[in-house]
């Protein structure tokens, strides 16, 4: 452990009495629904919550895309995010015209992948919701991304991450630990997946953590790793592979960029640090270091590299940027232990289950 990492933790355990008092409020609010005092509204309407306990990075808009792409075929899916970090307010729905300054960085994202299904934003997901079937009457299902905290809503089928190296039964409230919600709330979710595991994890492994989780009956738990693809150009698209000779510039700035490191330490010569903070708006300013930083590797092979969620931030940048080798990595999960077929039919079973329920 580093002098960094050890003040940082050391720094954390001396915000103990915030993190109790934080605690204690998440606690009471959860009381207060789950007795009824305060209410959850229900829609009779397939509802799907991907979210999380904790602060940081699980996967969940990976999660989201991967939902997309396994319904989208077989029906007309919408979503709905926050929009954190937007300047905008209130409820917005995505157009041929819309910026990631106006719905944020991910659901821009999701935008520019499936152009074809609706995609929302909205502070207020009660208000929202609402609106987005009055736009968009045809919708069939949807995704509430990052929602699970927020119980205003009650949601048909929760979808809970936890990250394999911070599983959530081992955190504790912030600012102490990383919780934003209490642990006992895994309970409400009807799957939770443990994201980001080694792509070799073993049976005995899977059930230690299955045993930590003390899942209820009910609940089903899968496990996923990490998968990039192939990086594309974040203009033309052109495709083109990491390979063991290149120097890359990374331009990053997500939560928790710690996988993505080890993996360019596995595929590339080396590679060079570009960071910024999560959800960060880029200047021309920055832009500027970008150049400058890559035009100081020395190696005639060499590239920069950014993910999905920081390219939707710097395509506004065409000018800027159309001569600089600039690609993105896409992400998505691999379901562990072959069951991803397994998860597939839990997700469509809930959709065709409610939609029997409205047709009876």
């Known amino acids: 452990m580093n002098f960094n990492t050890f003040f940082y933790k050391s720094f954390r355990i001396l915000l103990l009495p915030f993190a109790l008092l934080y605690g204690f409020i998440i606690i009471i609010r959860n009381w207060l629904f789950d007795k009824n005092y305060l209410h959850s509204a229900e829609f009779n309407f397939p509802l799907i919550c991907v979210g999380n306990l904790a602060v940081g990075g699980t996967g969940k808009s990976p999660m989201v895309e991967y939902l997309v792409g ?14 954190y970090k937007r300047k905008t307010q209130g409820y917005a729905l995505a157009d041929e015209n819309t910026t ?4 944020g960085d991910e659901p821009m994202q999701f935008h520019k992948k499936f152009p074809d299904i609706a995609v929302a934003v909205g502070e207020s997901r009660i208000e929202a919701i609402p609106q987005l079937l009055h736009d968009k009457p045809e919708t069939e299902v949807i995704i509430l991304d990052d929602a699970f905290q927020h ?3 009650k949601a048909g089928l929760n979808i809970l991450l936890t990250e394999y190296n911070d599983i959530f039964t ?28 080694p792509p070799y994890l073993g049976e005995v492994e899977k059930k230690s953590i299955i045993k930590d989780i003390n899942s209820l009956p009910h609940q089903k738990i899968f496990f996923t790793a990490i998968e990039y ?13 990491v390979t063991t000779e290149d120097e ?9 960029p710690k996988p993505l490191k080890q993996y360019l330490s596995e595929h590339a010569y080396t590679y060079y640090q570009q960071d910024y903070s999560d959800h960060h708006i880029f200047s021309i300013d920055d832009l500027k270091d970008i150049r400058e930083k890559f035009e100081g590797i020395q190696s005639e092979q060499k590239f920069i590299l950014t993910t999905e969620k920081d390219a939707v931030r710097l395509i506004k940048f065409n000018e800027q940027l159309r001569d600089l080798p600039l690609y993105v990595l896409p992400i998505r999960h691999n379901f562990l232990f072959e069951e991803g077929y397994a998860f597939d039919e839990t997700v469509i079973h809930f959709i065709k289950h409610f939609q ?3 047709v009876s």
């Open 100 to 103: 990631a300054l106006e719905i």
């Open 70 to 83: 396994l319904l989208e075929p077989f029906y007309a899916v919408a979503t709905l995010s926050r929009g």
């Open 170 to 197: 081992n955190d504790f409230f912030l600012p102490t630990g990383d919780l934003r919600d209490a642990q006992s709330s895994y309970k409400r979710a009807q799957i939770i997946i443990v994201t980001k595991c």
């Open 248 to 256: 890359i510039l990374l331009v990053c700035g997500i939560a928790n």
């Open 151 to 153: 119980r205003a809503i």
């Open 229 to 241: 693809g192939r990086p594309y150009h974040i203009f033309s698209e052109k495709q083109r592979f």
């Open 356 to 358: 029997l329920n409205l």
